[in-house]
T-cell receptor, first 113, second 113 residues
Framework: GNSVTQMEGPVTLSEEAFLTINCTYTATGYPSLFWYVQYPGEGLQLLLKATKADDKGSNKGFEATYRKETTSFHLEKGSVQVSDSAVYFCALKGSFGNEKLTFGTGTRLTIIP | SQTIHQWPATLVQPVGSPLSLECTVEGTSNPNLYWYRQAAGRGLQLLFYSVGIGQISSEVPQNLSASRPQDRQFILSSKKLLLSDSGFYLC????????????FGPGTRLLVL
């Protein structure tokens, strides 16, 4: 079945540092890939997505590139801010019909001033 | 624009008591609706999904049930809560035949004592 593996947290960085959160997946066919963000006390919000190989999703300074050869969708940001502190979830949706979203376990990110 | 509401935001219940959590969506018709649970320190677990009124699919056997009495209303229930039911419950919606991009509500934090 489909699965998503994220780097374990928590991750703590200083403001303006470079961020990478690793995500790899296992799926048949050509899944769509997503990053969701959960700010403290809130529900999940879609951050970015990519629907085919080599696509780059981007939003709010975050980027992730769909790498089929390495089955990865790593999240990156060049300069993080305190307001980026949140839990980040990588997810995939299988390409066959009515498949559900499969989420990773989440990575808690804390940015210190 | 579409919005999703969940209530209550926080709930503390004794073991053995009943539960009813409500989710409503505005601004869209015939959405797919989902209930997820996020236990402390863990990822998201899909509990139920619904593609239409009265149509409920259960993903995991458990102490909970779901109902969809109206097109944009999704209810999560239990007759007798267990300690293990504590967690953060998220409702989500999507449109289309597949499980495309999902939009999450603000969540309900449930503590069973």
């Amino acid at each position: 079945g489909n699965s998503v593996t994220q780097m374990e947290g928590p991750v703590t960085l200083s403001e303006e540092a470079f961020l990478t959160i690793n995500c790899t997946y296992t799926a048949t066919g050509y899944p769509s890939l997503f990053w969701y963000v959960q700010y403290p006390g809130e529900g999940l919000q879609l951050l970015l997505k990519a629907t085919k190989a080599d696509d780059k999703g981007s939003n709010k300074g975050f980027e992730a590139t769909y790498r089929k050869e390495t089955t990865s969708f790593h999240l990156e940001k060049g300069s993080v801010q305190v307001s980026d502190s949140a839990v980040y979830f990588c997810a995939l949706k299988g390409s066959f019909g009515n498949e559900k979203l499969t989420f990773g376990t989440g990575t808690r990110l804390t940015i210190i001033p | 624009s579409q919005t999703i509401h969940q209530w209550p935001a926080t709930l503390v219940q004794p073991v053995g008591s009943p539960l009813s959590l409500e989710c409503t969506v505005e601004g869209t018709s015939n959405p797919n609706l989902y209930w997820y649970r996020q236990a402390a320190g863990r990822g998201l677990q899909l509990l139920f999904y619904s593609v239409g009124i009265g149509q409920i699919s259960s993903e995991v056997p458990q102490n909970l049930s779901a109902s969809r009495p109206q097109d944009r209303q999704f209810i999560l229930s239990s007759k007798k809560l267990l300690l293990s039911d504590s967690g953060f419950y998220l409702c989500a919606w999507s449109v289309g035949r597949g499980w495309e991009t999902q939009y999450f509500g603000p969540g309900t934090r449930l503590l069973v004592l």
